[in-house]
């Protein structure tokens, strides 16, 4: 692939998770992937992993991604430097860190690319470097540093195989120009242009910010002197950041947990997350003398004990809430799925992997866990006793959304002058015959108890079929060369044949 040319068509992608084989002995994950339509597998693997002493590899992990690829899978494999003995930050998972000694790195990382020579395609170096002290404990110089080294051995290596920045994240395309996080990513992009052959941006927040999003990334490129294709290495939603009244509640609570020092914070601490259930919530009494709670998990205590007073958009991330949210966020969920892909896809993003299949390991369970709070259920996917075979309605609506996909050489947007809250788009398919993307604009949370707008839709084709993100069959009015839809915040598919919709 030319360093200036995006990757030919158009593949959606599923990442794995962040530990795959870290916690428990690797499972299986690519063929549930291809099941959902996925032909874009994302897996993190770890140094410590793969060299746990100095010059003892073990290939466990590894092998067993390789063994369940098929050849028409593409396989994007982040690679981070995390190491109990090889890096500056001990440690085998998180955050990754600089080697100690370069050339060990390089050696690790020649090998690991060796041995999946001509069968991964996309390697990246680490991930969020910008997001220092919880992803990566050094500097952007640091950064530079590693990703030259690491450029120069998958090179080396496997010459066919394409490096990817690591992942421009919501830490920096939310924040000022003259933020840290802006200032790390903009001295790597100045620093690392050499290095790096497609830019991996991270699509979370308001669905209808990435158009902008994808632009700002461009732009800090631009602003160089070059540009790099652009690919999503994670989207999806709905998340906190989303709701302004949500996060305000969140924030403040907070913000009170890590304010709280000395005796009041003792005396008490969380039971153990069990693979039985989540936890109950209630505080375990021990000693004086006993460690105080992480304020993170004060916060969470805090927030399940108040929960029935708190704001519906926060309560729907928690575990147990009503049913009713539950299924809201549920359905924003599914709609954001779609929306997403076609928003990047008509942005000129070829690439894009939903976060993410499934939690790390099955049965574990722990609402105290705010990391878990904030993304848990954003999974396709869920254990079954051991196997990965639930699936939730967002892993219903990706299939849909793969299955109308397929064959997508080009997503544009079309322009409606008098409809300005309109979004609508055509879909170039090989071979197949015409597909509209239609949806309005509205509140994420209520938007869905507005009727939508009615318009009357050029359709020159001699059928119209009409599909909900839901896989829902919508009746369509035809007159003439037009039809008659109410695009709501719910997309719309328009095709001139039925949609196959996908069964499990």
């Known amino acids: 692939m030319s360093r200036s040319a995006a990757p030919v068509g158009v593949r959606l992608g599923i990442v794995r998770g962040i530990s795959y084989g870290m916690f428990g002995a690797p499972d299986s994950f690519v063929p549930e992937m291809r099941g959902l339509g996925g032909t874009l597998v994302r897996v993190y693997v770890y140094w410590s992993q793969v060299e746990p002493e100095p010059g003892r590899y073990d290939w466990t992990v590894v092998d067993a991604i390789l063994g369940q690829l098929d050849p028409a899978d593409e396989v994007w494999v982040t690679v981070c430097s995390s190491s109990p003995w090889a890096t500056r930050h001990r440690t085998g998972f998180l955050p990754s860190s600089p080697a100690h000694d370069l050339s060990r790195y390089t050696r690790f990382v020649s090998d690991l690319v060796a041995r999946c020579r001509g069968r991964v395609d996309y390697w990246q170096c680490n991930n969020e470097p910008s997001n220092t002290g919880l992803l990566w404990a050094g500097t952007a110089a640091d950064y530079v540093e590693q990703l030259t080294a690491f450029h120069r051995c998958v090179r080396g290596a496997d010459p066919e195989a394409t490096v990817v920045l690591g992942g421009c994240g919501y830490d920096v395309l939310s924040s000022a120009a003259d933020s840290p996080a802006r200032q790390f990513f903009d001295h790597v992009v100045e620093h690392g242009r050499d290095a790096f052959d497609l830019f991996s941006v991270h699509l979370y927040g308001d669905p209808h910010d990435i158009p902008g999003q994808v632009e700002s990334v461009r732009g800090m490129m631009r602003r160089h002197g070059y540009e790099r294709p652009v690919v999503a290495g994670e989207y999806n939603g709905p998340t906190l950041f989303e709701f302004p009244e949500a996060q305000s509640v969140f924030q403040q609570t907070m913000m009170a947990a890590f304010a709280e020092q000395g005796p009041a914070a003792r005396g008490t601490r969380p039971a153990d997350a ?135 050489s080009h997503v544009r947007r079309i322009d409606v002058e008098d409809r300005p809250d309109l979004y609508a788009f055509e879909v170039s398919r090989a071979g197949r015959g015409p597909l509209h993307v239609l949806w309005a604009a509205g509140d994420a949370f209520t938007g869905e108890d507005e009727p939508g707008t009615p318009v009357d839709w050029p359709w020159p084709h001699p059928a119209v079929h009409g599909l909900d993100a839901f896989g829902t069959r919508v009746p369509v009015q035809r007159d003439g060369g037009t039809v008659r839809v109410r695009p709501s915040v719910t997309p719309l598919f328009l095709s001139a044949g039925p949609e196959a919709v996908p069964r499990h």
């Open 274 to 408: 069990t693979s039985d259930g989540p936890l109950d919530g209630a505080p375990h009494t021990t000693s004086p003398d006993a460690p105080p709670e992480a304020p993170d998990r004060r916060t969470m205590r805090t927030l399940y004990a108040r929960m029935a007073q708190l704001p519906p958009q926060l309560q729907m991330f928690m575990e147990d809430c009503p049913p009713g949210l539950a299924a809201k966020r549920d359905r924003i969920n599914c709609r954001q799925i779609v929306t997403r892909n076609i928003l990047a896809l008509a942005s000129g993003v070829t690439r894009t992997a939903c976060w993410n299949l499934a939690p790390e390991i099955p049965g574990y369970r722990d609402r105290l866990n705010m990391m878990g709070f904030l993304f848990g259920k954003l999974a396709l996917m869920d254990y079954d006793g051991t196997g990965l075979t639930r699936r939730h309605p967002s892993a219903d609506t990706f299939a849909l959304l793969a299955a109308c996909l397929d064959g997508t």
